[in-house]
């Protein structure tokens, strides 16, 4: 695998469900960032780890959980989510030492709450 | 605080014919920029960067810009464009700290026609 990946693609999930959505960046990066990203709205930003510490929540509700156990991989746990959070949520990563601070993506995770 | 305009929501625009998408940003400090591009039900890549030097950035597919700090502008050109270019394009600043995070305008659909 190379880049940042994310699993499952695709994810339908009752109100009442728990889940999780995972990312897993193949570059050696020292941040991952969480993306929400609605139609018709633009990126808004979830969550930011660097160095495996969360450093940015931007008043994300409590339903969103994320986990990041070491520096390659980023967790989204869901629960009890409402209709209005589905979307496509992205998982990015960069490395924070290094100028420019390019932002790598993953595919995305499609979630549908119903 | 910073942020990121990207003019027009929807550009249309014929096969080979060239293209301008608007890109304006805001921000009292030196800045890194990009351009994202978004194919359906994908991630995001990267097309373009600027970090320093030459103020004309040129990219992948074909596309550059320009940056222009007295109109604090980065726009994104194409002489050509091809019906496999239509897709979202972001305009992205890197944001306040030193997490990684970047600002992302609103979007721009290209809507490439035959």
């Known amino acids: 695998e190379t880049g940042v990946t994310q699993t499952p693609r695709h994810l339908v999930m009752g109100m009442t469900n728990k889940k999780s959505l995972k990312c897993e960046q193949h570059l050696g990066h020292n941040a991952m960032y969480w993306y929400k990203q609605s139609a018709k709205k633009p990126l808004e930003l979830m969550f930011v780890?660097?160095?495996?510490?969360?450093?940015e929540n931007n008043s994300v509700p409590s339903r969103f959980s994320p986990e990041c156990p070491n520096s390659s991989h980023l967790f989204l746990h869901l629960h009890t989510l409402q209709p209005e959070d589905s979307a496509l949520y992205l998982c990015?990563?960069?490395?924070?030492?290094?100028?420019?601070?390019?932002?790598?993506f993953g595919p995305g995770t499609r979630l549908t709450v119903l | 605080a910073q942020s990121v305009t990207q003019l027009d929501s929807q550009v249309p625009v014929f096969e080979e014919a060239p293209v301008e998408l608007r890109c304006n940003y805001s921000s009292s400090v030196s800045v890194y920029l990009f351009w994202y591009v978004q194919y359906p039900n994908q991630g995001l890549q990267l097309l373009l960067k600027?970090?320093?030097?030459?103020?004309l950035v040129k990219g992948i597919n074909g596309f550059e810009a320009e940056f222009n700090k007295s109109q604090t502008s980065f726009h994104l050109r194409k002489p050509s464009v091809h019906i496999s270019d239509t897709a979202e394009y972001f305009c992205?600043?890197?944001?306040?700290?030193?997490?990684?995070?970047?600002?992302f305008g609103q979007g721009t659909t290209l809507q490439v026609k035959p």
């Open positions: 992205a600043a890197t944001g306040s700290g030193n997490t990684g995070k970047l600002i």
């Open positions: 990015a990563s960069s490395q924070v030492a290094k100028g420019g601070n390019e932002q790598f």
């Open positions: 780890y660097s160095l495996e510490e969360r450093v």
């Open positions: 600027y970090l320093s030097g030459s103020t």
